[in-house]
């Protein structure tokens, strides 16, 4: 039985159009992201839809409220998780926003980040697939399956409808 955990994951495109907001995970020793630079989101509750989830998660890790926001695809990642978890992530991105950023998060520090420098920061290898999917200006939302195994993207596929 295929039981994933579901989440959002979400990039507020800057107002100019060309640079992304970024959490770089250095908050926590614990943590799996530890050093990696991620875009903002997390676990669905179960009393919300995956927009108000995107929502919450945004609004919870930057003080910004999402005023417009688009999904751009999903990514069905299974043996992700520091368990060997699977998830089903839907990816937004935030054309529109309100609100304080803050700096910081439980997580981490908030930066903006220019989308044609993403390549160089340290993030997980398997975002390097799917980012340019995200800011391609493509209208068709992306649906794509990556394995993992030993923190390792061991291939990347996806279809556009």
Known sequence: MYTPIIGTLGYILSPDGCQTLLVHRNARKDDQHLGKYNGLG???CA??????CMRREIYEES???CNDLQLRGTVN????GPDGE????????????SGKLREVNEEGTLAWFPISKLGDLPMW??????????????????????PYGNGKPLSW?????
């Open 42 to 44: 997390g676990k669905m």
């Open 47 to 52: 009393d919300e839809d995956v927009l108000s």
């Open 63 to 65: 003080g910004l409220i």
């Open 77 to 80: 990642w299974t043996g992700f």
């Open 86 to 97: 699977d998830w089903l992530g839907f990816i937004f991105l935030i054309t529109s926003f």
């Open 125 to 146: 290898e398997g975002d390097r697939f799917f980012l340019p999917l995200v800011f391609d200006g493509n209208p068709k939302i992306f649906h794509g399956y990556m």
């Open 157 to 161: 596929q996806y279809t556009r409808l």
